[in-house]
């Protein structure tokens, strides 16, 4: 259904699922309790559905072996990256790259530098 027939579509599902697709690839890939799945179902931590963020919490902690003690039904999402990064980090792993936000109102003027 996402990607081409060599691509892992559970790992296709996670990124390119709808919600409810995305939330059952991550507690699938978590069931594997691999560390190296833990960056992807990292990323569906800050997802726009409180369900999905559950799941992919969930997910997590089964992939990482470690509960990250992750509040993902009330933190605000810059919250929910940094203790994850931090969770990471104890672990000796690479923190996971989350999603740069494409709303360009974030962008304080006089962020960037000029041309």
Sequence with gaps: MYG???ANTLLATLSLGKPHERAVAAAVLGEERKRSLAPAIAKELVNDYPLVRAFAARALTNALGKDCQLDVGTATV????????????SLGMSPPVFAVPSDASIIEEGALPND
Excluded: K, P, Y
């Design 4 to 6: 081409d027939l060599e």
């Design 78 to 89: 810059g919250v929910i990256e940094d203790e994850t990064r931090a969770c990471f980090r």
